[in-house]
């Protein structure tokens, strides 16, 4: 079997607390709280002297799709003390959707 196919079967790897992931708090646009583990990353975006962009950091999070089924734009992520807004959602196709934060409501 494949990387990929060992994967695809068994995300719970992956996302096992003590290998990558961390638990965080995932909650609906009901007020629906549940713990779930995913992938926190915030990428650091550097400066761009053509365009004159801004320096900045890009957070985001790696969920399995099946633990946030039906997410939005605007609920929350709370991670380590820090509420973070859903401002982005882009499912990959294999069970896995990336959530992009922000700490402002968008």
């Known amino acids: ?5 060992d994967l695809l079967t068994d995300l719970d790897c992956m996302f096992d607390t003590d290998e990558f ?14 713990a779930v ?15 004159g962009s801004v320096e900045a950091t890009a957070p985001q999070i790696q969920v399995k799709s099946a633990d946030v089924a039906g997410v939005r734009k605007n609920e929350t992520i709370l ?8 401002t982005g959602i882009h499912p990959d196709g294999t069970g896995v959707t990336i959530l992009v934060l922000s700490e402002d409501a968008i």
């Open 37 to 51: 583990n995913g992938i926190y990353d915030a990428a650091f975006e550097a400066l761009n002297p053509a365009t």
């Open 21 to 34: 992931a961390d638990e965080v708090t995932y909650t609906n646009r009901y007020g629906y709280a549940k």
């Open 79 to 86: 991670r380590e003390g820090t509420t973070w807004y859903i």
């Open 1 to 5: 079997m494949t990387l990929k196919a």
